[in-house]
T-cell receptor, first 114, second 114 residues
Framework: AQSVSQHNHHVILSEAASLELGCNYS??????LFWYVQYPGQHLQLLLK??????LVKGIKGFEAEFIKSKFSFNLRKPSVQWSDTAEYFC????????????FGRGTQLTVWP | NAGVMQNPRHLVRRRGQEARLRCSPM?????VYWYRQLPEEGLKFMVY????????ESGMPKERFSAEFPKEGPSILRIQQVVRGDSAAYFC????????????FGPGTRLTVT
């Protein structure tokens, strides 16, 4: 079945460590790609998005993601995490053929120890 | 500009009762989406509405679930004769006119069926 896969369900890092969260999707054709974050007790917020153009996308709070079309991947990265980055991270895909519908991965819980 | 509002934040219903979940989109947004998050799973699309129209309800269970977005007032997700399996977090999102725009999420309604 077509899907969005986030391979790591729980990642634990120390402050200043580098972060990479994987996201792969299995849809062909035109896609729009998103990373959302949900901080404890808060609602989902957009970190960054890719629609077209430069495949390296920069988002808020020092996050970036790279779209690699040949690998169907959109991995999220941050060079140096902070304790405040502790949150759940969701990758989402919008297929051009299905209007606004977003397909979500099951999420990665990131815990950063101070 | 207030964000997407959802109420109630928590709802407890006994089996067989009805649940009504409300979503007020951001000002100026005419597209509303409902998603459901079951425990240990990512968000799953349920329905996409514009004012007075259901655009895509392919993610809605065929029975007991309905949604509306009237000309005036909030969008309503209605679940009749709730069962324990309906226990989940229900998220509403809204976006401006274009389907390619970012979706802004509400805080969610956590439904518990006892």
């Amino acid at each position: 079945a077509q899907s969005v896969s986030q391979h790591n369900h729980h990642v634990i890092l120390s402050e200043a460590a580098s972060l990479e969260l994987g996201c792969n999707y299995s849809y062909g054709g035109t896609v729009n790609l998103f990373w959302y974050v949900q901080y404890p007790g808060q609602h989902l917020q957009l970190l960054l998005k890719y629609f077209s153009g430069d495949p390296l996308v920069k988002g808020i709070k020092g996050f970036e993601a790279e779209f690699i079309k040949s690998k169907f991947s959109f991995n999220l990265r941050k060079p140096s995490v902070q304790w405040s980055d502790t949150a759940e991270y969701f990758c989402a895909v919008n297929k051009g053929s299905t209007l606004g519908r977003l397909y979500f991965g099951r999420g990665t819980q990131l815990t950063v120890w101070p | 500009n207030a964000g997407v509002m959802q109420n109630p934040r928590h709802l407890v219903r006994r089996r067989g009762q009805e649940a009504r979940l409300r979503c007020s989109p951001m000002k100026g947004h005419s597209h509303v989406y409902w998603y459901r998050q079951l425990p240990e799973e990512g968000l799953k699309f349920m329905v996409y509405l514009q004012k007075e129209n259901i655009i895509d309800e392919s993610g809605m269970p065929k029975e007991r679930f309905s949604a509306e977005f009237p000309k005036e007032g909030p969008s309503i997700l209605r679940i009749q004769q709730v069962v324990r399996g309906d226990s989940a977090a229900y998220f509403c999102a809204s976006s401006p006119d274009s389907v390619e725009d970012e979706q802004y999420f509400g805080p969610g309604t956590r439904l518990t069926v006892t």
